[in-house]
């Protein structure tokens, strides 16, 4: 069961912006926003499919917390992206989310105890496999030549505020041991409101959204997301927060494949084929040899 957890996850968090990126003309706050909305949208769907009860009142601060942590992280992302480039944004908040999460998985949640000598050296090199695939495949170097002093002092505040931000979001669910189940509508909400709220400061006006049907590729995102989201969350309860988010970061290695070999997407194409191949392969060696240490 968890294994498939960890495929759903990495495939629909790797996809999640594809759809989104059918809309040029969209603002990165506005699919910010409609993401969230499509992520709300899933969540009701699944609690109407499935008949579940609704969190009680006291336990909705975490996971509504949890949201905003998310869209905060979401804004800081999209921000570096503007200034330094993907490849250069994600190289820095990549590594960072899974360093977070594993340092937090293991220094408050007791997620190395036990785990033995070789368990525990097996776990961090497989750590280290991860990190260093993810940065294989993003490929940004010789790439930051161009930018300006300050658009890069800004690109990589933003990128390590974005990792630090991605790495949290899901401490305070863990904290207060919420089910998955009844933390995904509090958690879509504090999502929603937080990204609502973005619009709300830029003052968008109604000419300036998406028009016919395009917002609906943009809540396709939120759907994939959400998606990836339950999985997650699911495994987490199985293997704990720092191990499932470094496995679920493997996504980056399906986003870039996806968009090289699949959708012939040249603007993800960071790295050429065959150094993009040998960071997925470290990706995959990282995340098969994490299972091992698995109790």
Known sequence: MSALLVIVAIFAWGLWLYPARMVESAGHDQVLFFATAGNLLFVF???LLSGQSIAVASDWLAPTA???LWSLGGAFAFAAVQFVGPPVAMSIWAPINIIVAVTIGGLFFGEWQGLGV???ARRAFALCLLVAGLLVIVGWSGKAR???????????????AAGLLWGLYLVPIQQADIPARLSLLPM???MFFVSASFLLIRRHSASNFPTRFAWLWLCGSGLLWGLG???????????????????CQAALA???????????????????????LTGCGLVLSGGALIGTTLK
């Open 45 to 47: 769907s699944v609690i």
């Open 229 to 247: 989201n339950v999985a997650c969350l699911l495994l987490i309860e199985r293997i704990g927060l720092g191990s499932a988010f470094a496995l």
């Open 146 to 160: 161009a930018i300006s002093a300050g658009h890069w002092s800004r690109g990589v505040a933003c990128a390590l």
């Open 66 to 68: 949890s949201g905003a």
């Open 188 to 190: 879509a909400c504090g």
């Open 254 to 276: 399906i986003n870039a494949l996806a968009g090289v070999f699949v959708l012939r997407d040249r603007s993800a194409a960071y790295t050429p084929p065959r150094r993009l």
């Open 118 to 120: 070789d368990a525990a």
